[in-house]
């Protein structure tokens, strides 16, 4: 901020000015944040008669671009007197294009003329300038939950890992009636000792081996 050596004539001023101002009417919608601003126009008109009625003047300024994608704008508000008070604020600029320019610019002007004068008003819509904007692709996203994949077993034709950690084997599972065998999974703590000593020695069981051996362990059984 910056202000003249003295400033007790314009502070008078301002006061009374502030005074004199209505509140500024909100009659512009924001769809992001379901809410009503009072937009730029709306501002200097309820302020531009009781500034110059007692004097006082402003003045805003756009400063460029700034601390990486952020626009600059300089607000004063001048006296008849010659004191004056000078403030510049810096605004993140959302789209880096000319209409993400233009509506930082508004805004910031908005903004700034509110603040310095006192102006009563929602803190909307800024909102639409230096709030992400909402994007429809992620609203239908995340309405649409996809179902998450379900973990899937791990290991061969003849040793499976579930996802619960459990290890199931193949079996002879009788034949068909055409007197092929037929094999089925099972778990390898509903075999028999039997089995279990006899899997424990077929290389396609591999997998399953040291699974098995601390099994038969557990059993008071040694391979």
Do not use: W
């Not at 279990?196 to 020695?201: D, G, H, I, N, Y």
């Amino acid at each position: 901020m910056e202000m003249s050596e003295k400033i007790d004539a314009l502070a008078e001023a301002l006061a009374k000015a502030q005074g004199e101002m209505k509140n500024a009417v909100k009659g512009c919608d924001n769809p992001f944040f379901k809410s009503k601003y009072a937009d730029l126009a709306e501002c200097l008109n309820v302020a531009r008669e009781p500034l110059s009625k007692n004097g006082l003047s402003i003045f805003q300024a756009n400063e460029g671009i700034v601390e990486s994608s952020k626009l600059a704008v300089t607000t004063m508000i001048m006296h008849s007197s010659g004191q004056f008070i000078k403030v510049t604020s810096s605004y993140p600029i959302q789209k880096n294009d000319a209409q993400g320019f233009g509506s930082t610019l508004t805004y910031a002007r908005r903004y700034s003329l509110a603040a310095a004068l006192g102006l009563a008003q929602e803190d909307d819509d800024g909102n639409s300038a230096c709030e992400p904007e909402p994007k429809q692709e992620l609203r239908a996203k995340s309405k649409e939950q996809k179902p998450k994949a379900q973990p899937q077993a791990t290991g061969d034709k003849f040793v499976k890992i579930t996802p619960q950690g459990e290890i199931v084997v193949t079996v002879a599972n009788g034949h068909d009636k055409n007197g092929r065998p037929l094999a089925a999974y099972k778990n390898i703590k509903d075999l028999t000792i039997e089995e279990l000593e006899k899997m424990v020695t077929i290389p396609q069981y591999a997998l399953a081996h040291t699974a098995i051996k601390t099994l038969l362990e557990e059993m008071g059984q040694t391979s």
